[in-house]
């Protein structure tokens, strides 16, 4: 169970201030409890492991970058459970997803 200022806490010790405001979004987590938002992702290396056909090779991702222009909002959220060892990936406005051919968007 998640005291109810454990998030505000973890926020105000990464961040050095408060939050300014919460919102309550329906995600599926499975361990339940808060979360907190460290940021925006700006970019995602990764490298597929066996039985991929593509293990070993590392595949780099820019988010929000669209050739010409770099939008702000159009980037994943980078968000920590209270425990602050379950990292969380959430497409709140961006348009990336993952399928056959890896992140796309």
Known sequence: MTRKNEIPDQYR??????PRNARRV????????S???????????Y???NPSMLAGAEYSHKFGDTGTVVFKK????????????QL????DKSTYKFGPRGIVG
Do not use: C
């Open 26 to 33: 329906n995600l599926p987590n499975p361990k339940g409890g």
């Open 88 to 91: 969380y990936i959430i497409n």
């Open 74 to 85: 159009n980037k994943p959220i980078l968000a920590v459970d209270s425990t602050g060892k």
């Open 13 to 18: 010790d990464f961040h050095g201030s408060p």
């Open 35 to 45: 979360l907190m938002k460290i940021g925006r992702l700006t970019q995602i290396n």
């Open 47 to 49: 490298i597929p492991e």
